[in-house]
């Protein structure tokens, strides 16, 4: 397989139809998602956003193939998912380097994992996403070196590299100072409209959601079920602090409140 | 340099306040050798190879001691850390016996296996196993689940799981358990060689031995002096690099 083949966008569209899932805790059984049923399509990029506790790290998780053990049909481009599988990488609130590799070991351990690849081709593709998060003459400094922006950086690197069908990301900002938190914001964009996958992010920021994605959906808790959505049709790139996209996001939190009543509400 | 100017005058005045009290107290050769003496005798003894002979047969049951107590420890450390019957009973077991010192197992050893190497080295093994279990064990349950679960997402599964994330992962700890173990293991075979006496090979622990039974106090502290020196040499030349690494990648000390 050539590079240039390797590096072609990839996407998919994903269903979920009657997704249940249920924690056994000492306390009796949690439902922490109920009756959840869903299309994404190809390139989509949809924000799911909620209190905590209200299951959409959980339905993330069930996509990724990390929760097994729910009701329901959860499928990748028409394939049951069963288990964790590099056509759907993740990228985690906490940014879950290896710390005995290096950046470049890191980005390069998924690629490392695909067959048909040499490991100069590996190489070469490991640079060229280390250059598109703005990590160019970084690949052999430690991860204990970077800063947290940076450290999330490399995992968004690492992600992508094995060129997955669809990104899951949790929460992957919600450590990060405001700045730098708006410099990815960018970033993310300007990668999606890049690399055209089917991007699934959970988030607990409105504004944020709004800035991002094509779809927001919201989550309620106890149990876990979709309340409503919202389609963002703002203009691309949107800038986080552009009066629109403020309001819309103003709307919707709103929305909100009505939404899930006072005690609910996302902050 | 500077820095080591203060300790250098220290350490030179104890070694003269020492040979002083040595020459002028009085006191019998026999319960306290002027570090002249003990000087000499390691010259002597190394010039005549004996030194030498007793290092190697020393250092020859320590690294297959030391190795075996490695294989074993390693990867039951893994099964216990894994296992939940493990846990409970190897677990327990290692937990017990690493309160015991190693000296404890040679009357065991020796009716067992006599007078010969294997009783050594069962006394080197039993000294460093059970170290080597516990923190393997320690290691791999401190792994962060999300290591796991992200190499799991790229798609590693089964023994490059265990090879590329799960031992390098715990690779901290299994540097301090192993030292941990060397440790051990260096301890338990001084006392073994202390205590048996073989015919197959005169260590530094039998010379030891024979220094007291000679009543030659020289040769007791030289090879005590020898004893330390070798020591720490092995631990910097064993250890010294893979801490480097750690602090490198890690970005901290292991101990």
């Known amino acids: 397989m050539s590079v240039e083949a ?139 070196e970077l800063s947290g922006g940076m450290k999330q950086r490399v995992a968004l690197a690492r992600a992508l590299a094995p060129n997955p069908r669809v990104l899951l990301m949790d929460e992957p900002f919600a450590a990060l100072d405001a700045m ?19 991007i699934l992010f959970v988030t607990h920021n409105v504004r944020e959601a709004v800035c991002l994605s094509d779809r927001v959906i919201l989550f309620s808790p106890r149990p876990g079920r979709i309340r ?40 | 340099m500077k820095n080591l100017v203060a300790p250098f005058l220290i350490f030179a005045a104890l070694l003269g306040g020492w040979e002083y009290a040595a020459r002028s107290s009085g006191v019998s050769a026999i319960l306290l050798p002027a570090p002249s003496a003990v000087f000499t005798y390691l010259v002597h003894a190394a010039e005549s190879g004996e030194l030498l002979k007793a290092t190697l047969v020393t250092m020859r049951r320590l690294g297959v001691g030391y190795a075996i107590g490695l294989c074993i420890g390693l990867p039951l450390g893994m099964l216990t850390a894994k296992s939940h019957i493990a846990r409970n009973t190897l677990g327990v077991i290692a937990l017990g016996l690493q309160t015991l010192p190693s000296v404890c197992w040679v009357p065991l050893s020796l009716l067992w296996f006599g007078q010969t190497e294997t009783a050594m080295l069962f006394i080197v093994v039993m000294g460093t196993v059970w170290a080597v279990i516990l923190a393997t064990d320690h290691g791999i349950r401190q792994i962060p689940p999300l290591y796991r679960e992200a190499a799991e ?47 197959s090979g005169f260590g530094l622990g039998h010379l030891l031995h024979y220094g007291r039974e000679l009543h030659a106090m020289d040769q007791v502290v030289g090879l005590m002096v020898l004893i330390i020196f070798i020591g720490f040499a092995a631990d910097k030349a064993l250890f010294s690099p893979w801490e480097r690494f750690l602090r490198k990648r890690w970005g901290l000390s292991s101990s």
Not at chain 1, 182 to 198: C, P, S, V
Not at chain 1, 229 to 245: G, Y
Request: charged share 20%.
């Open chain 1, 228 to 267: 409503a959505e919202f389609q963002v049709k703002l203009p691309r790139p949107r800038e986080f602090n552009d009066t629109n996209l403020a309001a819309l996001a103003r709307d919707i939190t709103n929305e909100l409140k009505v939404i899930l009543g006072p005690e609910n509400r996302p902050v």
């Open chain 2, 153 to 199: 997402t790229m798609g590693s599964r089964g023994l490059h799981l265990w090879l590329r994330v799960l031992v390098p992962a715990s690779l901290p700890y299994l540097v301090s358990g192993s030292k941990q173990g060397w440790a051990f293991a260096w301890r338990s075979l001084m006392a073994a060689e202390i205590y048996v006496t073989i015919l």
């Open chain 1, 180 to 198: 730098t938190r708006e410099q990815l914001y960018g970033d993310l964009q300007r990668i999606h409209a890049a690399r055209k996958k089917t």
């Open chain 1, 6 to 144: 390797e590096l072609a966008p990839l996407q998919a569209k994903i269903r979920l139809n009657s997704v249940n899932k249920i924690f056994s805790t000492e306390r009796g059984d949690l439902v922490a998602l109920q009756d959840i049923s869903l299309e994404i399509g190809e390139t989509e990029f949809v924000c799911f956003v909620g209190p905590s506790g209200c299951g959409k790290s959980t339905l993330l998780r069930i996509v990724a193939g990390l929760e097994r053990g729910f009701s329901g049909d959860a499928e990748v481009n028409g394939a049951p998912i069963t288990e964790p599988g590099r056509d759907r990488t993740v990228m985690f609130q906490e940014h879950a380097l290896f710390p005995w590799l290096d950046v470049l070991g890191n980005v390069m351990f998924g690629l490392k994992l695909k067959p048909g690849l040499n490991d100069k081709e590996r190489q070469e593709i490991a640079l060229y996403y280390l250059q598109l998060v703005g990590l160019n003459g970084f690949e052999h400094a430690n991860v204990h």
